[in-house]
C-alpha cells in the first residue's frame, strides 16, 4: 500500500508542490507527528539519537491514557504544600534547586499559574487536548491494527479524605461541562467496581473515568515507527544526533554530530527535554524544566487488577499491561539525571505496596525506570511555529502518552500553514 493510498487527507498536499518535513525526536511525540504528517502526504524523516524509538520518557512511564485527567500540577493545593516540598519532607514529590538562569525563569512562570483561575483554565485546556487525542488514538487505531496492550480499562481516583474529594468533585462539574464522562462514587461503589480496592483501607470516594485507556508507549512506539517506515514510506534515522539546524535559501536543514546536513520544506522539535537546547536558537528560554519520574513493572498479584487506580494522596498510578503491572510516581522537578535512585523506587515500591498490596508481586519489581520529562511553567504543550519553516511540539510533562496524538494533529495543522 502506498502513502498516496492513505489518507482523505493527502489530497491538500497534492494540490501543491511536494512537501517533506523532519522530525527531530522517536518518542510517542515524535512519532505520533510524523504519523499525521505522513498521512497528510507529506515524506517525513525521523532523526533520533538513540538505536531504536521510544527509548527516552517514553519508554516505561505510567501507561495510562488518562485523557480525563488533565489537573495541572501547577495549583493552589501545590502552592500550599511548596514548604514541604522545598524541606524535602514530601514522599512523592522533590525539587533541586539550580542558579541556572533558565531554571529560574521557569519557576517564576511556574509559581505565576498556581492561581486558582490560571489552574482552572490550564486544566480545561488540557481536557480539551485529551479529548482530541482520544479522537485520534481511535481514529489511527481504526486505520491500522498496532498491538501494544491496548485496553479501555477506565480509571479510578482514589481520594483519602472529604476536603480532597469535594476539591475533586467540583473539578468533575467543570470537566464534565466540556464533554468528560466522569462520576463521584462511594467507596462502597468503588470496591464494587474493582474489588482490588477491598485492601486499599479506608478512603473517601473515588473519581471514576470509563472511558480512559491503558496501552504500552513503548510497545506502541516499536509498531509505529514500523508501520511509518513501510506503509507510509517515512525515513527513520536512528543513532542520529543532531548537532545544529537553521534555514535558508527556502528549505530547513539539520546537521548531524557526523556533519551530515540534511534538508526538508519543515523541521519539527520534539525532542523531549533535549528540545530546550534546540529552542534557544529561537530565542526560547525558561520553556522546559526537567521533572523526573519513576517507574517498575511487576508480574500480576492474587487481587486482578480490573481498572487503572491513581491513590491521589500517595501520588501513585497503577495499571495492568497484559499480565504484569506498571507502577509509576514521584516527581523530582529539575533532576537531569535518568539514573534510578534505589531509595526513590524503594519509596515508590512502598507506597503502592501499602495502597493496594495484592495487585502486584512487588518481590519481583526488577531494577525499576526512570525517565525525564520536560514540562512547561503551565503543565500546557507548546505547538507552534518558531520561525518560517520550524516548529515545536514539546512540553507535555507527565502527559505526553496522553496528549501526544491531539498534539500531533494540532501540529500538522501548523505544519500545513502556507508560509512565505
Given at each position: 500500500?502506498?502513502?498516496?493510498?492513505?489518507?482523505?487527507?493527502?489530497?491538500?498536499a497534492?494540490?501543491?508542490?511536494?512537501r517533506?518535513?523532519?522530525?527531530?525526536?522517536?518518542?510517542?511525540?515524535?512519532?505520533?507527528?510524523?504519523?499525521?504528517?505522513a498521512?497528510?502526504g507529506l515524506?517525513?524523516?525521523v532523526?533520533e539519537?538513540r538505536?531504536?524509538?521510544?527509548?527516552?520518557?517514553?519508554f516505561?512511564?505510567?501507561a495510562?491514557?488518562?485523557?480525563?485527567?488533565?489537573?495541572?500540577?501547577?495549583?493552589?493545593?501545590?502552592?500550599?504544600?511548596?514548604?514541604?516540598?522545598?524541606?524535602?519532607?514530601?514522599?512523592?514529590?522533590?525539587?533541586?534547586?539550580?542558579?541556572?538562569p533558565?531554571?529560574?525563569?521557569?519557576?517564576?512562570?511556574?509559581?505565576?499559574?498556581?492561581?486558582?483561575?490560571?489552574?482552572?483554565?490550564?486544566?480545561?485546556?488540557?481536557?480539551?487536548?485529551?479529548?482530541?487525542?482520544?479522537?485520534?488514538?481511535?481514529?489511527?487505531?481504526?486505520?491500522?491494527?498496532?498491538?501494544?496492550?491496548?485496553?479501555?480499562?477506565?480509571?479510578?481516583?482514589?481520594?483519602?479524605?472529604?476536603?480532597?474529594l469535594?476539591s475533586?468533585?467540583?473539578?468533575?462539574?467543570?470537566?464534565?461541562?466540556?464533554?468528560?464522562r466522569?462520576?463521584?462514587?462511594?467507596?462502597?461503589?468503588?470496591?464494587?467496581?474493582?474489588?482490588?480496592?477491598?485492601?486499599?483501607?479506608?478512603?473517601?470516594?473515588?473519581?471514576?473515568t470509563?472511558?480512559d485507556e491503558?496501552?504500552?508507549?513503548?510497545?506502541?512506539c516499536?509498531?509505529l515507527a514500523?508501520?511509518?517506515?513501510?506503509?507510509?514510506?517515512?525515513?527513520?534515522?536512528?543513532?542520529?544526533?543532531?548537532?545544529?539546524?537553521?534555514?535558508?535559501?527556502?528549505?530547513?536543514?539539520?546537521e548531524?554530530?557526523?556533519?551530515?546536513?540534511i534538508?526538508?520544506?519543515?523541521?519539527?522539535?520534539?525532542?523531549?527535554?533535549?528540545a530546550?537546547?534546540?529552542?534557544?536558537?529561537?530565542?526560547?528560554?525558561?520553556?522546559?524544566?526537567?521533572?523526573?519520574?519513576?517507574?517498575?513493572?511487576?508480574?500480576?498479584?492474587?487481587?486482578?487488577l480490573?481498572?487503572?487506580?491513581?491513590?491521589?494522596?500517595?501520588?501513585?498510578?497503577?495499571?495492568?499491561?497484559?499480565n504484569?503491572?506498571?507502577?509509576?510516581?514521584l516527581?523530582?522537578?529539575?533532576?537531569?539525571?535518568a539514573?534510578?535512585?534505589?531509595?526513590?523506587?524503594?519509596?515508590?515500591?512502598?507506597?503502592?505496596?501499602?495502597?493496594?498490596?495484592?495487585?502486584?508481586?512487588?518481590?519481583?519489581i526488577g531494577p525499576?525506570?526512570?525517565?525525564?520529562?520536560?514540562?512547561?511553567?503551565?503543565?500546557?504543550?507548546?505547538?507552534?511555529?518558531?520561525?518560517?519553516?520550524?516548529?515545536?511540539?514539546?512540553?507535555?510533562?507527565?502527559?505526553?502518552?496522553?496528549?501526544?496524538?491531539?498534539?500531533?494533529?494540532?501540529?500538522?495543522?501548523?505544519?500545513m500553514?502556507?508560509?512565505?
Amino acid at each position: 500500500m502506498t502513502r498516496s493510498n492513505h489518507g482523505e487527507l493527502a489530497s491538500q498536499a497534492a494540490r501543491g508542490p511536494a512537501r517533506s518535513a523532519i522530525v527531530i525526536g522517536a518518542g510517542v511525540v515524535g512519532l505520533a507527528s510524523a504519523y499525521a504528517l505522513a498521512r497528510r502526504g507529506l515524506a517525513v524523516t525521523v532523526i533520533e539519537s538513540r538505536e531504536a524509538p521510544g527509548c527516552e520518557a517514553s519508554f516505561a512511564n505510567g501507561a495510562q491514557l488518562s485523557y480525563a485527567y488533565s489537573d495541572a500540577l501547577a495549583s493552589p493545593a501545590l502552592l500550599r504544600h511548596v514548604p514541604a516540598v522545598l524541606l524535602g519532607l514530601d514522599p512523592a514529590v522533590r525539587f533541586k534547586p539550580s542558579l541556572d538562569p533558565d531554571h529560574l525563569i521557569w519557576l517564576l512562570r511556574f509559581l505565576r499559574n498556581t492561581s486558582a483561575s490560571r489552574f482552572m483554565a490550564n486544566t480545561l485546556a488540557a481536557l480539551r487536548l485529551g479529548l482530541e487525542s482520544q479522537t485520534a488514538m481511535h481514529a489511527l487505531l481504526e486505520r491500522h491494527s498496532l498491538d501494544f496492550s491496548h485496553a479501555a480499562a477506565g480509571k479510578l481516583h482514589l481520594h483519602a479524605n472529604a476536603e480532597s474529594l469535594a476539591s475533586a468533585r467540583r473539578m468533575v462539574t467543570a470537566k464534565v461541562a466540556l464533554g468528560a464522562r466522569q462520576e463521584v462514587l462511594t467507596p462502597a461503589e468503588a470496591v464494587q467496581l474493582e474489588p482490588a480496592l477491598a485492601g486499599h483501607g479506608p478512603f473517601a470516594g473515588a473519581i471514576y473515568t470509563p472511558g480512559d485507556e491503558v496501552g504500552d508507549p513503548h510497545q506502541f512506539c516499536t509498531q509505529l515507527a514500523a508501520l511509518l517506515a513501510a506503509d507510509y514510506g517515512t525515513v527513520l534515522r536512528l543513532g542520529t544526533t543532531v548537532q545544529d539546524l537553521g534555514e535558508e535559501h527556502g528549505e530547513a536543514w539539520v546537521e548531524t554530530s557526523t556533519g551530515e546536513r540534511i534538508a526538508a520544506d519543515r523541521i519539527v522539535i520534539c525532542a523531549g527535554i533535549g528540545a530546550a537546547g534546540l529552542a534557544r536558537r529561537f530565542g526560547l528560554r525558561g520553556v522546559l524544566m526537567p521533572m523526573k519520574g519513576y517507574s517498575f513493572t511487576a508480574p500480576a498479584g492474587p487481587a486482578e487488577l480490573r481498572v487503572s487506580v491513581t491513590d491521589v494522596a500517595r501520588k501513585i498510578v497503577l495499571c495492568r499491561l497484559g499480565n504484569k503491572v506498571r507502577v509509576a510516581g514521584l516527581a523530582e522537578i529539575g533532576a537531569r539525571s535518568a539514573a534510578v535512585d534505589p531509595a526513590a523506587l524503594e519509596r515508590l515500591r512502598r507506597g503502592a505496596q501499602a495502597s493496594l498490596p495484592d495487585v502486584a508481586d512487588y518481590d519481583r519489581i526488577g531494577p525499576g525506570w526512570a525517565g525525564i520529562r520536560p514540562m512547561t511553567a503551565n503543565c500546557l504543550p507548546r505547538i507552534e511555529r518558531v520561525s518560517a519553516r520550524c516548529s515545536i511540539n514539546i512540553g507535555h510533562g507527565m502527559l505526553g502518552w496522553t496528549h501526544a496524538m491531539g498534539s500531533a494533529e494540532r501540529l500538522a495543522k501548523v505544519i500545513m500553514e502556507k508560509v512565505a
